[in-house]
């Protein structure tokens, strides 16, 4: 499984690299457009909008998996190791309910924006919607895989010994 999420993560390194890419691509084209050609091009700020929430999003993911996101560790770091892993394990068995719900209610909510396209583009806006969902089902299946090998590894692994 561990080469599964290792080979996801770079995926969604190089995805999250071209959506970003695209997003200054895009803003740059809106910016030529108005002020040298004076047309905008209707469907740019919607495409631009969608395309940064699945950056962001799936870099979310990532930051999730390498746990680089922002965390508060000042308490955690003079626990010690076995009571570390015990907050470790509280800490992810909580948050399996959690994304659990991000998923349906977020797929329920996408359901409901794919009806509204955006004003300037006959294109549902339900589609940046669903980047949440998608992100929420990634992180769930990385925290149900970093939850089984706290569960069954013996060691101090390198996420228990910096505090989590």
């Known amino acids: 499984m561990r080469r ?18 695209a997003v200054f691509v895009l803003t740059l084209t809106n910016i030529v457009s108005r002020n040298l050609g004076g047309v905008a091009i209707r469907w740019v700020p919607g495409m631009i909008r969608m395309t940064f929430i699945w950056s962001v999003l799936l870099a979310a993911v990532i930051l999730y998996r390498r746990d680089d996101h922002l965390m508060v560790d000042f308490f955690i770091r003079k626990m010690s190791v076995p009571v570390r892993r015990i907050v470790q394990m509280s800490m992810d068995i909580l ?29 549902p806006t339900g589609y940046a919607y669903l980047a949440l969902p998608v992100a929420a089902a990634l992180m769930l299946v990385i925290n149900i895989e970093r939850l089984k090998e706290t569960i069954t590894s013996r060691q101090i692994t390198s996420r228990q010994q910096r505090g989590m």
């Open 95 to 123: 948050t399996v309910p959690f994304f659990t719900l991000v998923v349906i209610h977020g797929v329920r909510i996408s359901r409901v924006r794919m009806k509204i396209s955006y004003e300037t583009w006959k294109f």
């Open 4 to 21: 599964v999420l290792d080979g996801l993560e770079m995926a969604l390194g190089v995805l999250t690299g071209v959506l970003f890419s």
